[in-house]
């Protein structure tokens, strides 16, 4: 009845957004004739100008990714000790505080949003608790007031990870304004990008010098290294593709837009199937279409349907499994015990991303569907 044949061409999760390769030679002919390829040229300047404005935040520092931007951001704030974070994000997050010797204690999530439960925070505050590293995952926004309610009333510092929410407002208000600092992920998977990259965002201007700082060395003159920096700059080539990118993004996510609304139409009724709708007063950026299995109804586990879609050529992804706490080098952590983290545990084994960028076309989406919806 049903006879659904593979797609020739493997769907991915997503295809890089690319600017006009004109444009792109153009770009790089600037960039020959000035010989400045790196270490803060033209091209990084001007794009750390317009991302501000663009994301209309106080303070922007670019860098070479999101996860030494991350990195550098524990270290602006001089963060020790204990940092209470989620287990539901990709492996970037825990390998950034671990690798600035901090120790994750892992928070478990909200069932609605998959992001950090604030009601859960303050249990796990200790001593020896310095900050609050929550992610807005899948661009969903966390529960920034409460969040931020905590943190005044413990004297901790908020850093967001919000390497999924370029463009994302609540109420006008951008995402990046939140917090003491916030994380951009500019990587080519993502719905803004410079190939590899990333931003940290700051109210603080103090917090953007020693962040600019710390991401050439902590060199302050030819003859004055203040501290122990790192390389973390982004180059010419990276910050000239953001440039043209950042007059295209807005197409993008609106055809995002379109095809989420496209999922939500197909799959809204099929038993066993359910995912999240937009949130009141966000202006969301739609990176990822995740739907949530729920094996009982649906007739088919989450890693049946992921199996399924493979031998149709569909390569969905099951972001975030597996949760950071499960992984081996921090399964040992106290906060890593399943008690700890029901809800994380259980949507960990449920939620599926389908592919979601703004080449797909609405027959390439209606076809996934369908599979889904047949479990042929
Ligand atoms: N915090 C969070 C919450 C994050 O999600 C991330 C990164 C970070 C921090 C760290 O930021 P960065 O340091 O990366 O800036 C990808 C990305 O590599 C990673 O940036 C991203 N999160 C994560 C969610 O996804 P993988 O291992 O899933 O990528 P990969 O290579 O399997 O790519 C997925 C699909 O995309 C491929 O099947 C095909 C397509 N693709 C990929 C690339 C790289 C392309 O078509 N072209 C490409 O160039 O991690």
Redo the contacts with the bound molecule.
Sequence with gaps: MHNIKPFPQPV?????LLPDIDDVKNMLSTIWQSKQLTNNGRMAIQLEKELAGFLKVNHLSLFS???VA?QLAFRVLGLTGEVITTPF??A??THALVLNNLEPVFCDIEEDTFNINPDKIEALITPETTAILP?H?FGTPCKMDKIQRIAEKHGLKVVY?A??AFGVEVTGRSIGSFGDIS?F??????IYHTI???ALTFNDRHLKERADSLRNFGIKSEEFVAEPGTNGKMNELQAAVGILLLQIVGDEIKRRKEITGLYRELLKEIPGISFYGDMDGVTHNYPYFVIRVNKDYFGMSRNELYTLLKGYNI?S?K?FYPLCSQFPCYKNLPSASKDNLPIAENVVEEVLSLPLHGRLTNEEVEKICEIIIYKM
């Design positions: 991915y999760i997503t295809q890089p990714n999101g996860t991350l994000t990709f970037a997050t992610v995952v990870d390497a999924h994380m992920s500019f990587h080519a998977t993502k590899e990259g990333g390569f992804r972001y």
